[in-house]
Structure formats: C-alpha cells, structure tokens
C-alpha cells in the first residue's frame, strides 16, 4: 500500500486525473483492488461508487488479479472467421469461468483482446505471451496442460 | 417571449426549458428521467417535442425555449418516437407487473398504458442482476431497471452520499455500489429518497407486514402500536381525502381495528424527547461541553454522520430518536405496569421514513435480548394494511390513542416539519432557563421547507444561534463552516429528507410538492388550534407522570440507560 500511496506524489490530486491514476495502479498492481479502488477515492475525493463506476465502463480495467497464466484468446475477425467463438466456448467450460476471470486456484486468467496480429495462425492465442497457432477445441485441453 | 405551442401561442421566459413553459401552461408532456428543480439529464427522451422549423425532436426538458420557438407536443412523429422509447424499455423488462410491489403505481406501466402499447413488438436480451435484499430498509431488483438514473442523482445531489452509480457501459450498463456489493456494506444511509424518485419497481422498501400481521394474530403477544408525529397528516392521501387533513382520530381507530392492542402517539415521546435533548443542550452550555449540539432524531443522518463525519460524533446529542426513546419504555415501564414480560410485548412503530427500519435493527436499540421496537412499517405499508382489511377509513368515527403514551404537545406534533424540533426544543430551553414562557410561541425563523434555516434568539441575555439544515447535502455546508471555525451556533436540527419527515422516504410515492406543503400546513394550524391547549413539552403530564414514577429526573441515570445511546465510526466504501 505504501508503493500506492507513493503513485500520488506525482498527480495533482484531482478528478481530471481519475484515469491516469487508475491506469497506473493496474500496471503496478496487475489490477484494480478493492483497497485501490477505495485509496483513489480518498485521494481524490471522489465517492467510490463513481470510481467503480468509471473504471468498470472501460474494459482496459480489470478488478481479478491475472492468473500465473494469462491466455489472451483473438477475437479479431480473421480468428472469428476460423472458429475463435468456439475456441472461447471450450476455455470457459474447461476451466470453469468465463471471459474476464481467474480460476480460483489463481493458476489461469482467460482475457478476450482484438486482434494480436497473427492472422495467419488464426484462431490464435497466447499464453504469457506464448503464440499458439490454429487452436481449436481439440487442442485447449493440451494447451492447458503445458502449464502447472 | 412567446413560443407557439400546437398553433397556439403561449408566453415563455427567459431561462426556461421548453418543459417548464409546457408545465406551466398545464400542457402534459411525460418525462422519466427528470426531477423538478433538478439540473435537467436528458437521459430518457420521453420528453422529446418535434420542432416544427427543423422537424426534428428535441427533448422538452433541456431546451431552452427561445422566441418564436414552434413546437407541437403530440404529433405523429412525436408519438411513434415516445411510443418505440417506451417499447424499447419494455424489451428487457419483465413482465411481472401482477406481482410487483409497483403495480398501479408505476411510472412504466402508466406510459405504457398512455400511449396504447398492447403487444411486446420489440424483445430484446434480458440481462439478470441478482435481487439486493442486503438492507434492511431497502431492496433492488436491478432488472426493472430503466437506468432513468433518478436515484443516482438524488443520491449524490441531495443527500451528498453517492452509494449508487452507472456500472459498466452500454446494454451492460446497471445501476449499482462501489465494487458492485450489497447495499448494507455501502455508504448507503437508509433515507429512501431512491426509491421516492425511481419510476418503476427497481427500488423499494422491505416490508415487514406479514411479521407485523403474525403477531397480531398471536394470542400470546400484546401488540403495542405507535406512529410519528407526520403520519397523521400525511395517511389522508390515500384514502381520497384532501392533503394534508390530519386523521389522527380515524387513524387511531384503524389500528385498533387492525388489531394493536394499545395505540400509543410517538409525539408522546418527541416530548420525552425535547426533556432530555433541552436538558443535554443546557448542560453542555451551562458546563462547557461539545458544541454545536446536533439533533438524533433522524437515523439517515445519524449513519451519514458516522460514516462521513466520525470526528463529530461528540457533537450529536445522546438522546435516541422518538421512537426508540417509546420503545424503550413500552418494554420497561409500560411492560411492568400491565404485568407482563417485555418479551411477550410486540411493539410496532408507524414511520414516514424507511432508515427507521434500519434504526430499529441497531444493536445500540436495545438491552441484552430485548429490542426497543420489533417492527417498522412506513406510512405506505399502514395505508396497504387498512385497504387490504377492508376498513373504510374516510367513514371511521374518531377515538383517542391509549394511555399511559397517547398525550401529547402540538410542539411534540412539529418534529414531523424541518425546524420542529428546533421549535419544541426552543420553548422548552427557554422555559428551563428563564422560568417563564416564551410569549410568542411561534418561532418563524426555523419554520418552512427551506433547506437551510438559521435564527438567533436572546435568552437571559444569552444569545443562542441555532440552524435547521434538511437535505443532508445542505447540512454538509453547514457543517464545512463550522468546521472552519464558525462558533455563533449553539443547536443544530439535521434531517435527511428536504422539509423533514413530512416528506420522508416512507411517504406516498409520487407526492406533489403541494401536498407536501399541505401537510406541513396542518402540523402549523394543529399549533394554533384552540382546542388543543398543551403546546409545550414540557407540560405533558404523562411525560411529567413517567418521569415521577419512573425515570426521576432529565438525563437521569435510569433515562440515560433506557434513552440515550452512543454513535460508532463506520468502515463503509464511501
């Protein structure tokens, strides 16, 4: 917390910088906690619904940690095209949670981000930053298995 | 200026938006999102009038009207858009109006029926939010939802509390808390003001009815009954009598009919009140302690206080509140009197308010396993139960409420309008301090809706400052002067709700500021009204009879046991 309470040295502590703030919390923290969440608005004076609020309207922000594992799945269309809906589909019933969460053993975190650039391997993922080409739903339980 | 309004021209003044000249000028145009005296947000369009130069549709509630504007308020296009607005909010509603606690009584459901929409044209994905049953004053049903956004902005304007906002965005848009939680670990303050503003069932109270009903029906228990000092005043309402007439006497004989085995009035107790906060008042002047003193009465601002305030919490008085104070002595002395176990008393209170619920729940309100008060119902519940009874209320003879805890002050019956206790406690102070009556009892400066109110007066050459704030977002200025160091005020009145429990959370939904004034109005002429002679608490005998046989003195060990309490920090998300 003391890390946090440094971040604010560098802000003028006003609504203007609501965003900014939030935005460097999570690349310190991974996430936006619910200590964080209630420090902002202390700092800011802001009530904490309306900090919830904001950073729930922006998907950028996340309020579960990152899994040890983080698998970014594309959704981008040539991915979509070849089958990504699908893909996703098997990730949330195999792992048990849905776009957006962590398991609960905190080992994987599933995210759904646009394109990553790899058109040409879709449907592609990564796994902390590890591609993996032409998934399908043969393949997610072996992806998963690398990764213990 | 004039604006021509359906071919007809009609005067405008600067400044107005289209929709106060339409109000003005009694031309109805619905609206949902807008709240009177409110900045205007837009939100939902309903409003929307066609401009008849450009043909589009702008919405009535934010446009300024200018000169030689032309609008009509019911055209075609008009009328099909209001009508696809409302389909729209009705694609993802559910359609159990039967069984929802706003049936009849429902923004929605009224435009719905306004504008003659008979088949579910449009359907649209539901998204489901879990029910919020956390709180023991309120509940959410976050799917019957229009996201208006009157509740939200009531919260934050009014009561300066903002427990609710928009989460998320878009079609995932609800309204909700901080990290989305229950309602009971918010910042939250119970006033209901919420569920006042929102247009459908999204917002209500808990009820407590069937609990009350149970222990009527339970031969063992002897149900006790009391109600506020605004009730009386405020019950006419519902039953196709004019605003504002006070039918204490009816109303005493519907609860008797209900089945209450005592009727007591919790303005008996406002006069036990006024004994105990007058005499705290003097102490603290007379002895150098805590000052500005704040008032107890009002559970809303006693949470906001803990929440928001905890420094100051010395600074509010020890008294409980009214209710609490007549709980506590039905379950001691009145129990002792009849020779029964308090255990075997159910003791229910009548409340304009929907934080008393709350208030009755706190441990503080209390001893060991016994609660002051076992039930709260607000003055929306009492008026279901008598329909529900079959009583015919408008044609039931008048009785008296019970003794030992049914006489009262007309100052008593002012707790119910801001600046009530102010007045009360005035008299009494003054009566204390000088050992005369005031000669004029009527103290005009606190009296009003004003949400702020302040008045000096001299006292044996004292000058005592004294402030009414309502709306609490007005006491938090009030208290920032203070905290900076303001020191001419002595007492401070603070209660939630704008103008005080006539206009309370538990009130009849969709009152009109001019009932609101009505009811006010009869709580003042109640004070004038030859045939009640006792205006001063202080001269309520059974006040002074219980204090002989039972309590001793003010502020006495015994009344501090029974009638006064502490306040505690909270750790909410604010």
Request: proline share 3%; hydrophobic share 35%; net charge negative.
């Amino acid at each position: 917390m003391d890390e946090l309470e440094k971040l604010f040295e560098n802000y003028d502590l006003s609504r203007d910088n609501l965003i900014p703030i939030l935005q460097e919390i999570q690349e310190h923290e991974g996430y936006l906690s619910p200590e964080s969440i209630a420090l902002v608005g202390k700092k800011l004076k802001i009530p904490n619904s309306q900090v919830y609020g904001v950073a729930t309207f922006y998907n950028q922000f996340r309020f579960v940690p990152k899994g040890k594992y983080n698998i970014q799945l594309c959704r981008g269309t040539a991915c979509h095209v070849l089958g990504s809906a699908t893909v996703l589909e098997e990730f949330e019933k195999h792992l048990d949670i849905k776009a957006g969460q962590t398991t609960k053993d905190g080992l994987f975190s599933l995210e759904v981000v646009a394109c990553i650039g790899a058109c040409g391997l879709a449907p592609a993922i990564s796994v902390n930053g590890e591609v993996f080409a032409k998934v399908n739903r043969e393949t997610v339980k072996a992806i998963t298995s690398l990764y213990n | 200026m004039n604006i021509e309004v359906n071919n007809i021209s009609v005067e405008a003044n600067n400044g107005e938006t289209i929709l106060d000249v339409l109000k003005r000028n009694n031309i109805h145009v619905p609206t949902l999102c807008h709240i009177k005296d409110m900045l205007p947000s837009g939100a939902c369009r309903i409003c929307i009038v066609e401009d008849i130069k450009t043909g589009k549709l702008i919405p009535s509630c934010s446009f300024p009207a200018y000169d030689g504007l032309k609008i009509k308020t019911h055209s075609y296009k008009v009328i099909n858009a209001r009508k696809t607005i409302v389909e729209l909010l009705l694609a993802n509603h559910p359609n159990d109006c039967l069984y929802c606690d706003r049936n009849q009584n429902c923004d929605l459901q009224t435009l719905a029926s306004d504008l003659q929409i008979k088949q579910p044209r449009i359907k649209g994905q539901k998204e489901h939010h879990n029910l919020d049953f956390s709180s023991v004053s309120l509940k959410r049903d976050p799917d019957k939802c229009i996201l208006c956004g009157r509740c939200v902005r009531v919260c934050e304007t009014i009561m300066g509390v903002s427990a609710i906002s928009f989460i998320n965005r878009g079609s995932r848009t609800f309204i909700g808390t901080a990290l989305n939680e229950g309602l009971n670990t918010s910042s939250c303050i119970n006033c209901g003001r919420c569920v006042v503003v929102c247009p459908t069932g999204a917002l209500s109270e808990q009820t407590q009815y069937e609990k009350v009903i149970e222990a009527i029906n339970n031969s063992e228990k002897t149900v006790v009954v009391q109600y506020a000092p605004a009730i009386s005043v405020s019950l006419a309402e519902f039953f196709d009598i004019e605003a504002g007439t006070d039918v204490n006497g009816k109303m005493n004989a519907a609860l008797r009919r209900l089945g209450f085995d005592k009727v007591f009035d919790t303005t008996f107790s406002a006069d036990l009140t006024i004994m105990e906060e007058g005499t705290e008042l003097i102490n603290r002047l007379q002895n150098g302690g805590k000052l500005p003193m704040f008032t107890s009465c009002c559970p809303a601002w006693i949470k906001y206080a803990e929440e928001f305030l905890p420094d100051m919490l010395d600074n509010i008085s020890t008294c409980k509140s009214p209710q609490q104070m007549l709980g506590a002595i039905i379950k001691t002395y009145f129990a002792e009197k009849i020779g029964t176990k308090p255990e075997n008393i159910y003791s229910v209170s009548i409340m304009p308010c929907v934080a008393k619920k709350f208030e009755e729940q706190r441990v503080e309100m209390g001893s060991e396993s016994i609660s002051d008060i076992d039930a709260v119902l607000t003055t929306r519940e009492l008026a279901e139960l008598i329909k529900t009874y079959g009583i015919d209320f408008k044609n039931l003879e008048p009785e008296s409420a019970d003794s030992p805890h049914g006489e009262r002050s007309t100052a008593g019956k002012l707790f119910g309008v801001s600046g009530g206790v102010m007045e009360a406690a005035i008299r009494t102070a003054y009566a204390k301090l000088t050992g005369n009556e005031l000669e004029d009892l009527k103290v005009e400066a606190v009296r009003g809706l004003e949400g702020r109110k302040e008045a000096k007066l001299n006292i044996n050459g004292f000058e005592l400052g004294v402030a009414v704030v309502s709306g609490l977002a007005n006491a938090i200025q009030l208290i920032d002067e203070i905290k900076k160091g303001r020191s001419d005020i002595h007492f401070v009145e603070i209660m939630a709700c704008p103008g005080g429990c006539i206009n309370g959370g538990g009130q009849k939904l969709h009152s009109d500021i001019e009932d609101i004034k009505k009811r006010m109005q009869s709580l003042y002429i109640i004070d004038i009204d030859e045939n009640e002679p006792l205006k001063v608490s202080h001269k309520n005998k059974e006040v002074l009879d219980l204090y002989e046989k039972f309590l001793g003195e003010p502020n006495s060990h015994k009344a501090h046991e029974l009638l006064h309490t502490k306040y505690h920090k909270r750790d909410v998300l604010l």
